[in-house]
């Protein structure tokens, strides 16, 4: 659409809002009036031409057929839309007619709003448009409204008409009237304060996207054609690209008819999308309101072509009811599995942070994909997304696994890159996602990135923060480079308009290998360390202030001093779970944790205060005295005293997890396991035993097996191209001769990088021109740089 006709339609539909609703409405409620009534004169001025052809139509299933209920076929038939209305009214008409009575204008209007057939009075219903009419009423303000919308110098109709000086009006295309409706939406939300609502598509990503998406199969259509967007918004994507494929004089015809099909969440803009579906002939069934993450709406069917711009950066914390059922995924849609690194099949989570949604949309779209047979040919997808979608999410992570489920499944053919400040409402860099489950033979088991960043022409006059555009040659050369698949590999230090480079799928995975450092703790029992079993860790203020107040007393009547104690937590603003406040005023609680000090201060009178730098010994030394005193200890209490009472030393000895035999078929299964020779045990955390390590001599075959220290747990993201083992041989072994390699905890993960394919290094200025410009700058600032300098 023309920005100017565009900003002029704007401005003309906001001073109604000012000349009519100043005194009525807040700003930020003008919304509520001037959206339904655009849908509204959109429809009305459509079924003006028709209006005599319905009401003898009426006249003829009343008086003539003897009708007890309208016949809707041929009412649409009369209408010439899927839509028509049986009142004698039209908005002019009520204009025309309208008296100095209110009551009289408010009955003609809810009579004409009555006479819409239902798909219609669904629309008003969402936009509560009844109750607006007879607020504007009471208000008296309800005339100036409409002879503000009938004006001949508004064209809301998707047809050319002229003005009273007999001046063309443009016609309002679905795409126009999505960038009309932006435009109030974000003039409205600023008014108030709001956000400026989800990123509507420009004209001319839809037509590359189309492009994109029809142009390499366009000798090979399907006969019958139906397109999807599951955030469809006001319609846009899907009538372009209705539009693409059936424009006369374009390169592709569709063999047969076209079905489009949508899901939106927004009230407002699904009677938009809902309207204009109508109003282009298409059924109005196939647009669905409600939250597409919430409700497979389309469950069991299949598309042929899906397009969608989804909202990013969105929480989706409302729906995860409806998707997640604790920790078990229960929609279909976003249950997959993938190969672990052992090679077995495994249910994973696919599903990303709550707060950004949008690879939902994706996997939504994917799990509507035809499969490829006989009578179909697969399906292709268009999708919109921002930076986060190619890298957010560790490996393992449901963004991760949903980008390796794509990659994997070998559906991904390419990415494009676009310029910023090319979206409508955000300037964020933006890439449209190409996927295919029947890709060429040669782009089978191959991604291409696109890198078109830098292609835009400058507008004259910025769209909200639409301030660039692609220009028709922009398109033809994104899509050349991505038809061909061709490989334009950047320039050290030149920025090129397109760059392009085809990659293997697996060189965006990676595994995600877990390092891990022997546990190395020095132990000494002191009064004070034992001191510190006397509390639960997690409830220490309030059993330090029981125990300061009660004393010993709070050991055997705890029952009595319960109210007191939650009373201090609360008077203290300590929040604690009902689970907590029952541990924390049960005796048993303060019996283990005396039982702990106890035993503790028993062990130290026997032990003593030496420390020790083998923890090894330490805990034999315990062990044995536990069982020499004969102390009644599980072995969690036990681990909670020899915890408190030990510490991590960079210089003590490792602590030994245990010593055990592999031999025979348990060291070939281990071997096996770990892909690796006998030699190599130690860097997988096996190492050969040493008679100074354990107590007697070690035997052949014996190996030791070290505690992990968590704190000094290292990841390595290893590319899938190349060898875990041998990676950490090169990359982590020279620098830390004691680790080794965790390989049961390996993910696999996946993520694509633009910055790291196509970032163009410039380099810093020469020092001589440096000091060129500081002291040139030095001449302006009477000497002072020379003195801060120290140049003279």
Not at 137 to 157: G, H, Q, R, Y
Not at 336 to 356: F, H
Not at 594 to 623: A, M, R
Not at 703 to 720: F, Q
Request: glycine share 6%; aromatic share 10%.
């Amino acid at each position: 659409m023309n920005n100017s006709v565009h900003n002029k339609l704007v401005s003309f539909i906001w001073s109604i809002a000012d000349d009519c609703l100043r005194d009525v409405y807040v700003r930020g409620k003008y919304r509520d009036v001037i959206l339904p009534m655009i849908v509204l004169r959109r429809l009305d001025a459509l079924l003006e031409p028709t209006k005599e052809a319905v009401l003898e139509e009426i006249i003829f299933q009343r008086d003539e057929a003897g009708f007890t209920e309208w016949d809707e076929s041929g009412l649409r038939d009369a209408s010439g839309f899927v839509f028509y209305n049986t009142s004698k009214w039209t908005l002019q008409k009520i204009k025309d007619t309208a008296t100095n009575s209110t009551q009289i204008l408010q009955a003609n209007f809810e009579d004409y709003l009555n006479g819409f057939s239902p798909n219609v009075k669904e629309i008003i219903e969402k936009f509560n448009l009844v109750s607006q009419v007879r607020h504007m009423a009471a208000k008296d303000v309800l005339l100036d409204v409409l002879e503000k919308f009938t004006s001949p110098n508004i064209n809301l109709t998707p047809y050319d008409k002229e003005d009273t000086e007999g001046r063309k009006l443009p016609a309002l295309s679905n795409l126009g009237m999505g960038y009309v409706f932006e435009e109030l939406i974000r003039k409205f939300n600023e008014d108030n304060n709001e956000e400026a609502g989800e990123h509507f598509t420009p004209r001319e990503v839809i037509d590359l996207m189309t492009h994109i998406i029809f142009d390499p199969i366009k000798e090979n259509l399907p006969p019958v054609m139906t397109i999807y967007d599951p955030a469809c918004g006001s319609g846009g994507m899907l009538t372009e690209a209705q539009n693409f494929i059936k424009d006369e004089e374009g390169a592709i015809k569709a063999l047969g008819d076209v079905y489009l099909y949508g899901k939106e969440i927004n009230d407002e803009t699904y009677a938009i999308c809902k309207s204009d579906m109508m109003i282009k002939g298409n059924d109005p069934a196939n647009i669905r309101v409600g939250s597409t993450l919430s409700t497979d709406e389309f469950a069991g069917t299949t598309f042929d072509f899906m397009l969608s711009n989804p909202p990013y950066g969105k929480s989706w914390a409302s729906e995860q009811k409806f998707i997640k059922d604790g920790k078990e995924v229960i929609d279909p849609r976003f249950q997959i599995k993938l190969k672990n690194y052992w090679g077995q099949e495994e249910e994973v989570d696919a599903i990303p942070r709550s707060s950004d949604g949008q690879l939902l949309f994706l996997m939504e779209m994917v799990s509507k994909m035809k499969p490829v047979n006989d009578k179909t040919k697969g399906s292709r997808i268009a999708s919109v997304h921002n930076g986060s979608s190619l890298f957010t999410g560790d490996a393992g992570g449901g963004e991760s696994n949903i980008r390796r489920y794509i990659i994997e499944n070998d559906w991904l053919e390419a990415i494009v890159q676009l310029p910023n400040n090319l979206f409508y409402n955000t300037g964020i860099t933006t890439y449209i996602w190409i996927l295919n489950n029947n890709k060429a033979n040669n782009r089978k088991g191959k991604v291409q990135l696109i890198d078109a960043g830098q292609l835009y022409r400058k507008l004259r006059k910025n769209l909200g923060n639409k301030n660039c555009e692609f220009a028709p040659e922009h398109i033809t050369e994104i899509v050349d480079v991505y038809s061909n698949m061709a490989t334009q590999p950047k320039q050290k230090l030149v920025a090129e308009p397109v760059e392009a480079q085809v990659f293997d799928n697996t060189d965006f995975g990676y595994y995600k290998a877990s390092i891990e450092r022997p546990k190395r703790l020095k132990a000494q029992f002191t009064a004070e360390r034992i001191e510190t079993l006397r509390f639960d860790k997690a409830l220490l203020e309030p059993m330090q202030y029981a125990y300061e107040t009660f004393g010993d007393n709070i050991y055997t009547n705890t029952q009595e001093h319960e109210q007191d104690i939650l009373d201090w937590c609360e008077k203290n603003e300590i929040n604690l779970s009902a689970a907590n406040k029952k541990k924390l005023t049960k005796a048993d609680t303060w019996k283990k944790h005396l039982n702990l000090v106890q035993t503790g201060t028993t062990l130290l009178k026997i032990i003593g205060e030496d420390e020790y730098n083998d923890f090894n010994q330490f805990k034999k030394l315990v062990d044995a005295e536990i069982k020499k005193q004969k102390l009644s200890i599980s072995a969690t209490d036990k681990k909670a005293i020899l915890n408190a009472v030990s510490w991590y030393s960079a210089d003590a000895e490792k602590v030994i997890k245990k010593v055990e035999k592999l031999s025979g078929d348990k060291l070939a299964k281990l071997l096996m396991h770990l892909d690796c020779e006998e030699k190599d045990l130690a860097d997988f955390g096996y190492y050969p035993c040493h008679p100074e390590l354990v107590s007697g001599s070690a035997n052949k075959g014996e190996y030791i097996t070290y505690e992990t220290e968590s704190d000094l747990r290292d990841t390595e993201n290893v590319p899938l191209k190349d060898n875990i083992h041998s990676y950490f041989k090169r990359e982590v072994q020279p620098h830390v001769s004691e680790a080794w390699i965790n390989l049961d905890a390996t993910k696999i993960g996946y993520e694509i990088s633009f910055n790291k394919y196509f970032y163009k290094h410039t380099p810093l200025r020469n020092i001589e021109d440096v000091t060129k410009d500081i002291l040139e700058l030095e001449k302006q600032s009477d000497g002072l740089i020379t003195e801060i300098l120290n140049l003279v």
